[in-house]
């Protein structure tokens, strides 16, 4: 089992910044990608960003240039530094890691989410 826990909500003004963090832990083993997805009130579930163990790093258009995902694999933690916020990017904000097992299958692991909210 993998626990992730999110830190680094919360309200802030159109062109602010917030810097989000996803702390792991238990068996870290097999993990390879971890990141952010996002949930608005009455829409789905979407992708942010993406990292890899190696560093490769996956967007959503909206974000590009704005949005920027970490990861201190030592510490097992990924942050998402969020600049020049809107209030489209509100939301709730939920981390995620995925890992890979020995049979090619793999296990999605999700945090409780934090609450993002941006005024106008």
């Known amino acids: 089992q993998v626990q992730l826990v999110e830190s680094g909500g919360g309200l802030v003004r159109a062109g602010g910044s917030l810097r989000l963090s996803c702390a792991a832990s238990?068996?870290?083993?097999?993990?390879?990608?971890m990141g952010w997805y996002r949930q608005a009130p009455g829409k789905q579930r979407e992708l942010v960003a993406l990292?890899?163990?190696?560093?490769?790093?996956n967007y959503v258009d909206s974000v590009k240039g704005r949005f920027a995902i970490s990861r201190d694999n030592a510490k097992n933690t990924h942050y998402l530094q969020m600049n020049s916020l809107k209030p489209e990017d509100s939301a709730v904000y939920y981390c995620y890691a995925q890992k890979l097992l020995s049979d090619a299958t793999s296990i999605d692991y999700w945090g409780q989410g934090t609450q993002v909210t941006v005024s106008s």
């Open positions: 990292i890899t163990t190696g560093g490769s790093t």
């Open positions: 238990g068996s870290m083993f097999g993990i390879r990608t």
